[in-house]
T-cell receptor
Framework: KAGVTQTPRYLIKTRGQQVTLSCSPISGHRSVSWYQQTPGQGLQFLFEYFSETQRNKGNFPGRFSGRQFSNSRSEMNVSTLELGDSALYLC????????????FGPGTRLTVT | AQSVTQLGSHVSVSEGALVLLRCNYSSSVPPYLFWYVQYPNQGLQLLLKYTSAATLVKGINGFEAEFKKSETSFHLTKPSAHMSDAAEYFCAVIATGGGNKLTFGTGTQLKVEL
C-alpha cells in the first residue's frame, strides 16, 4: 500500500504571496491532519478533516485554511505569507478516530523570503 | 489541555547500551499515547502507541514503552542501541474524544556513539 504523499516537497515563496500544499492519504483513510514543524515552536496541530468536514482546528490565524475532497485528498492554503510561516508542513492520515494510528507524509518544506 | 513533557532534549548513548527516553503526560484520564521517530529531512514514523489494551507496548525496531499511571509516564526504551537509532524522538498524546489532534512533546535528539 502506498504511503502518504505530499506535494510539492520544497517550495520557496515571497512574503505576501499565497501557497497551496497537497496531501494524498493512504488508500481507505478518511482522516487527514496537518501539522507545522518549526525549530522554535516544535510540532503544532493545524487542523483535521474527516469525510470532507473540518473536525478539529488548532490555534492558527485565519490565513491558514484547508479542505478535503471526496477522495480524501486534502489541501492546505496559506494566504499573505509571512517570514514566520517558513516551516516543514506535515500531513498525516488515519482510518478514523484517535485509537487509530496516524501515518505521516514526508512533508513540504516551505521557505518564505 | 493535554500535554506531554520530554525530559532531556539531547541524549547520548554508546552503541549496545540501553536507550531510555522519558515522557510524562498530564491527564486525569488515561489518554492515547504515541512515540514517533523522525530522521533528518523526513516525516514522522510511528514507533508504538498505547490505547489501554496493555501497559507494556512493543513497537518496531526493538523499541518498547511502559505506561505507568501512578507516575503519569510513558518512557521509551530499547535494550541495545544501534547506530541507525540516531534520530529525533517525539512523544505525543491524544485526549480521549479529541479526534486526531496530536499534541507533541518538544522532542529528544538521540545520539549513538561508537
Amino acid at each position: 500500500k502506498a504511503g502518504v504523499t505530499q506535494t510539492p516537497r520544497y517550495l520557496i515563496k515571497t512574503r505576501g504571496q499565497q501557497v497551496t500544499l497537497s496531501c494524498s492519504p493512504i488508500s481507505g483513510h478518511r482522516s487527514v491532519s496537518w501539522y507545522q514543524q518549526t525549530p522554535g515552536q516544535g510540532l503544532q496541530f493545524l487542523f483535521e478533516y474527516f469525510s470532507e468536514t473540518q473536525r478539529n482546528k488548532g490555534n492558527f490565524p485565519g490565513r491558514f485554511s484547508g479542505r478535503q475532497f471526496s477522495n480524501s485528498r486534502s489541501e492546505m492554503n496559506v494566504s499573505t505569507l509571512e517570514l514566520g510561516d517558513s516551516a516543514l508542513y506535515l500531513c498525516a492520515s488515519s482510518l478514523g478516530t484517535e485509537a487509530y494510528e496516524q501515518y505521516f507524509g514526508p512533508g513540504t518544506r516551505l521557505t518564505v523570503t | 489541555a493535554q500535554s506531554v513533557t520530554q525530559l532531556g532534549s539531547h541524549v547520548s548513548v554508546s552503541e549496545g547500551a540501553l536507550v531510555l527516553l522519558r515522557c510524562n503526560y498530564s491527564s486525569s484520564v488515561p489518554p492515547y499515547l504515541f512515540w514517533y521517530v523522525q530522521y533528518p529531512n523526513q516525516g514522522l514514523q510511528l514507533l508504538l502507541k498505547y490505547t489501554s489494551a496493555a501497559t507494556l507496548v512493543k513497537g518496531i525496531n526493538g523499541f518498547e514503552a511502559e505506561f505507568k499511571k501512578s507516575e503519569t509516564s510513558f518512557h521509551l526504551t530499547k535494550p541495545s542501541a544501534h547506530m541507525s537509532d540516531a534520530a529525533e524522538y517525539f512523544c505525543a498524546v491524544i485526549a480521549t474524544g479529541g479526534g486526531n489532534k496530536l499534541t507533541f512533546g518538544t522532542g529528544t535528539q538521540l545520539k549513538v556513539e561508537l
